[in-house]
């Protein structure tokens, strides 16, 4: 009996086998794990080299002597860079300079007028009322240089049409190298007045393409500069709701979200902005946190991060993420 007690049974030999591979597969991980410790521990550490996430090294970073000095700037871009990112603004700068271009005729004529324009005497044919917006159209008779009488006709206000009448002899300007199209009554200043008037918009579409331009690129800039200078923090919801308009038989409602946190130096920030629908009621509940960016020296100036529709995260994590509040 003694012998058979000393015997081990094929099921204590299988298990003596498996403990003796898992305690080689311990000891393989252990030495894997003091290699990887001395490799860290030989590469520099930073916000963007260190294993642990990057709000970590954002938020507890400390701000030396000075609150309102900026952290190390995260990597950012502006979303979509196809179609929607580039294609706005340069139709917008196609658009201003084909406007600007657009002035060019009418500068021409208006130098022609100006410097190859000739006056002769012509007489009135027929008077009649014209588009209100031109005034009274004059149908005249004119004799250019040596050449034979041709007509021509031309706007003037109706101040000026009034007491005319057919066969009055009136002053003519015209331009020798096609008196009969380009002739006009007086000294042409209907026709001075509607191309400045072409001129004058040309240029304001111009200046409202650019300006659109630049104001595009300027949000764009100052989104980025936001997303990769900001701090995070935890912002506490403190009230939400939705306002209701009607006009006539159409509603809109509008959601909107109030919140508070406390940036490292200053006081509270209380703040209410519209948000779309899926995040209030995400966020329905008061005391409910969202991460919010604001600049240290500017708290005031600062974003949700769900916010951020115009910048993309280049770091490992797409957005960065708070470590959770300890209790």
Known sequence: MAEEATTPCSGCQRLQAQ?????????ALQAAVARLQEQFGATPQGPFTSSRPLSHAIVKA???EDPTRLPPPRPVR?????????GLPVCLVALGCACAGGTLPSLLRLRALDTEAQKTEGRILRVEKGRPSRGYLVLFAFRPGDGPEVTGEGYIPAEQAKGMKPGEAIPVTYLPDDPERNSWPFEGEAERRRYWTYVRFFLG???????????????????????SHGVLAWARVVETGEDVRRKRRKVWTSYWMRYEFQPEKGAPVCCRVDVAKELRDAHRSPGARLPVLYLPGWPRCHRLLTLFSTVEFLSRQKVPTLPPKKS
Do not use: K, N
């Open 62 to 64: 400390p701000l030396a």
């Open 19 to 27: 403990l003796d591979a898992q305690g080689a597969q311990i000891e």
């Open 78 to 86: 502006t979303r979509g860079t196809g179609c929607f990112r580039w």
């Open 205 to 227: 579409a111009s200046f409202f393409c650019l300006s659109l331009v630049g104001l595009i690129e300027l949000v764009l800039g100052w989104d980025r500069y936001l997303a």
